[in-house]
């Protein structure tokens, strides 16, 4: 994969070569996976430099919440995601 190309792409490469790999009755079930996911618009991401609506998230480092428009008015923020034990 090169620089320029898009995560979606990449997705799309990494589910392709998985698909060869997996018993067809797997690859049927995360492809409904997939798409009810995406009906819902919950694994859509914003385009590149839209605005992000305003939202709370737990911090857990912190043990706290954190509001995005609270934490933009200290400054710029960076969001970072952990995937967790999957």
Known sequence: ???????DDELNVIREQSAQRMPAEIVETME????????KTI????DVGARAPDFELRD???????NLQEALAEGPVVLSFYRGEW
Not at 60 to 66: A, K, M, P, S, W
């Open 1 to 7: 994969m090169t620089e320029d190309t898009l995560l």
């Open 43 to 46: 694994g859509r991401g914003l």
């Open 32 to 39: 409904k996976a997939i798409d009810e996911i995406e009906a």
């Open 60 to 66: 857990v480092t912190h043990d706290r919440t954190v």
